[in-house]
């Protein structure tokens, strides 16, 4: 069976993995829409194209889904494996996801970055302004880093952590010998959050855990916007309980819209410097979205090549 793909990353996908595509079947690298997909057997997107039901019924072709990401949320993948369809991604994949640091490399930026007013500074030079004593900020060395979370990018913020000499501390229901998340909670000079969005962990960090943490410990989200409840976060900062959130991540990043933005997070971080937010670039380096993409065609050429064999 030729395949009939289309592949929509928002961006040139990797030379090689298109040649892997075009080895599977046909391929089309553009938007999804009602007419494009009707006749589509696998659909390959990137995190931010959300894939709902709606979608899935505009190809009732369909097989495979296949996203080279580790979270889901963003494919509604029980409508989608109740109609027989593969979602296909990049969890589990930990041997060739410990080749890939960039989401932790940006942890440790949004660390650096708040710890020493990098965004405010270069902003006050622009401003004509050469002020060292307005941004004396803080340094990492003999600080505490508590690490939500102790899977793959919770040992490299470990790593990351140690090199710049600080004490680190980990909490993961999973892994034996950590802190539980109050007693991290209480001692971290910068907490950093690597937990995966489920059920246990949305609303992870609110007004509660947000109020026992140290009034200048600065808070770090490259995880999911919805583990953090941004709403107790702007209420934390404005109380001066918290000193800092740096996030790669919004709660409502799907629906994000420059015309008219309705995050109360980016409009506070507007006049406040102590929020600093990415839009969502973690995992995206050059390299690491050329590694990700030949990664998942080839995943996804495997997985035909054993159904082929699996129905002969």
């Not at 109020?211 to 995880?223: F, G």
């Amino acid at each position: 069976m030729e395949h009939k793909i289309l592949c929509y990353t928002g961006s040139l996908f990797a030379p090689e993995g298109k040649e892997v595509l075009k080895s599977i079947g046909s391929v089309v690298f553009e938007e999804p829409s009602k007419e494009n997909l009707a006749d589509k057997t696998m659909l390959v997107v990137q995190l931010g194209v959300s894939v709902d039901k709606e979608m899935i019924d505009c190809a009732p072709n369909l097989k495979f889904i296949a996203t080279a990401t580790t979270g889901l949320d963003h494919i509604d993948t029980k409508y989608a494996q109740s109609k027989g369809i593969e979602v296909v991604s990049l969890k589990g994949e930990a041997g060739f996801l410990n080749t890939i640091t960039s989401t932790a490399e940006l942890a440790l930026g949004l660390i650096i970055s708040l710890t020493r007013q990098i965004p405010s500074a270069n902003k006050s030079v622009l401003n004509g302004e050469w002020n060292r004593e307005k941004f004396r900020g803080s340094s990492l060395r003999g600080k505490t880093l508590g690490i939500v979370g102790y899977g793959r990018l919770g040992k490299m913020m470990e790593r990351f952590g140690k090199a710049f000499e600080m004490n680190v501390v980990f909490s993961d229901s999973n892994v034996p010998g950590g802190l539980t998340l109050e007693e991290l909670l209480e001692i971290s000079d910068v907490v950093s959050l690597h937990v995966p969005l489920d059920e246990s962990t949305e609303g992870l960090i609110g007004t509660y855990e947000l109020q026992i943490m140290k009034p200048d410990a600065i808070l770090i989200n490259t995880s999911r916007g919805k583990i953090v409840d941004e709403d107790s976060v702007i209420g934390a900062l404005k109380s001066e309980i918290l000193g800092g959130y740096g996030t790669d991540v919004l709660s409502d990043e799907l629906d994000f819209s420059g015309d008219e933005i309705r995050s109360h997070l980016v409009n506070y971080s507007k006049s406040n410097p102590n929020v600093l937010i990415t839009p969502h670039i973690g995992g995206t380096t050059a390299e690491s979205r050329e590694a990700t993409d030949i990664f998942i065609a080839k995943k996804i050429k495997s997985l035909v090549q054993e159904s082929v064999l699996t129905s002969g």
